[in-house]
């Protein structure tokens, strides 16, 4: 288990490597409580679309966000995010 946590601490700093990439589309996995497919695409610089579907023991959840992104003053490379979603 405590491989796991170093593992994991080296993949979350060397992400910080790759996080000035400017990307139109992306595609995540995340594995909290179960599993999520993430699909985000950006329509301009402050305004994406992301879809979620998540498989976990107690049944399926997907979930559609629109979503306004604004820089936050002072902490370069950080923005806040904005924005209604539908989820079922």
């Not at 288990?1 to 993949?11: D, E, G, T, Y």
């Not at 909290?32 to 699909?39: D, N, P």
């Not at 679309?49 to 936050?72: D, M, V």
């Amino acid at each position: 288990m405590k491989r796991f946590f170093v593992v994991a601490a080296l993949l979350c700093c060397s992400s910080s490597l790759f996080s000035q990439a400017n990307y139109d589309r992306a595609i995540g996995i995340r594995f909290v409580g179960g599993a999520t497919i993430s699909y985000k695409s950006y329509f301009r610089n402050d305004n994406n679309l992301e879809l979620q579907a998540s498989l976990w023991k107690r049944g399926t959840r997907f979930a559609g966000l629109y979503e306004w992104n604004y820089p936050i003053s002072g902490l370069s490379g950080l923005n806040s995010i904005i924005g209604p979603g539908v989820g079922m």
